[in-house]
């Protein structure tokens, strides 16, 4: 006979849209990872600051001038690859240039004062495929390491709410009684309090940063994992191999690691998913309001709050993609949520 797993995994592939969610997710956590590479400006969190460029259009193509005397530090193959380069040469974006007796001479982007350079140097083209923001950095690479910071946020948050409502759901409807009680009163009282309210008290009280942001969402939504645990575990802890475990004196906890716990995984995975979508909503609002994710690191949620009011300005591209981009990735995990609901419901056919 087939496993519950392989079974669940069969319903997930034919559930289409599922299944089309799974994949965009995968893709995501591939260009979340590998963002330094993939990213056109590769510097680390794509930070390299042009003013003079800010909010240039989709598909603009500037050329620059790299100094290279000024390369000195050396970036090991591991930073390049996954952090970005923490130093590069400076440049400078010009309109045009040209080689006189040996000498550079080129004009600086929106001037009429030729100047000379006589050092060494190199001249590239970088196209800015989704334009510029308002400091002159290339839109498409913060988008692409927004990425990495949603999804990195939500993992770690979930893990921590899995950590923590695991733990407490299965000694409350293990041992039932006044720990029952006493579990199930804490639960209560944390889910009386908003959400978003107790995540900026959190954040407020950890200070602001990007560690700081997981453990204050992770540490609001245990509440809905330990209630679903303890549901199942009470329905678990009647049946007969419960019951025989018992009369065999397996410890407690041997029963609760190896005999319920992996009953109660199916669950645990559609609510991880669902906190996953709530971990990302929530991070991309602590940004906009200025107590989440901080500059220089690329946040959608900070991405919008630095570009809202260009959507009156002509510019609202640089407002709408990265809300775009947040309503898709929620979108999947829901649509991800429901299909891993379905699959694992015995029930269905």
């Known amino acids: 006979m087939e496993s519950l797993n392989s079974l669940a995994w069969k319903k997930l592939k034919g559930n289409k849209l599922s299944f089309v969610a799974l994949c965009y997710i995968i893709i995501c956590v591939i260009i979340g990872v590998f963002a330094a590479v993939i ?49 590069k040469p400076e440049s400078i974006a010009i309109d045009s240039f040209r080689i006189s007796n040996n000498e550079l001479l080129y004009f600086p982007i929106n001037s009429k004062v030729e100047k000379k350079y006589l050092g060494e140097y190199n001249i590239k083209e970088h196209t800015f495929w989704l334009g510029s923001d308002k400091f002159g950095r290339d839109f498409l690479s913060r988008l692409l390491y927004g990425i990495r910071i949603s999804l990195s946020v939500g993992f770690f948050s979930v ?49 602001k940063g990007y560690w700081q942001v997981f453990f204050a969402i992770g540490l609001t939504m245990w509440v809905e994992v330990a209630r679903i645990v303890r549901g199942q575990v009470l329905i678990i802890r009647e049946l007969e191999y419960i019951e025989a475990s018992k ?45 989440g994710i901080q500059p220089p690191m690329p946040s959608w949620g900070g991405i919008i709050r630095d570009h809202y009011y260009y959507i009156i ?27 891993l609901r379905d699959a694992f419901d015995v029930k269905t056919k």
């Open 247 to 291: 009369v065999l004196a397996y410890k407690s906890v041997r029963i609760l690691y190896k005999h319920i716990l992996p009953n109660v995984f199916g669950p645990i995975i559609v609510i991880s998913s669902a906190n996953f979508a709530a971990a990302i909503l929530i991070e991309a609002g602590l940004s906009f309001l200025g107590i």
């Open 313 to 339: 300005m002509g510019k609202e591209f640089l407002a709408i993609i990265p809300g775009l981009a947040i309503m898709s990735l929620v979108l999947s995990f829901m649509i991800l949520g429901n299909g």
């Open 159 to 207: 893990m921590i709410s899995l950590l923590i409502g695991i733990i407490l759901g299965l000694i409350s409807g293990y041992y039932g009684g006044l720990i029952d009680d006493v579990v199930m009163w804490f639960v209560n009282v944390i889910w009386s309090i908003p959400t978003l309210l107790m995540v900026i008290a959190i954040t407020l009280a950890l200070g």
């Open 39 to 87: 990213s056109p400006d590769k510097t680390r969190y794509a930070n390299e600051m042009h003013v003079e460029l800010a909010t240039q259009t989709p598909f603009t193509n500037v050329i620059f001038l790299e100094f290279l005397k000024n390369k000195t530090i050396k970036n090991t193959f591991l930073e390049s690859a996954f952090l970005g380069l923490k130093n």
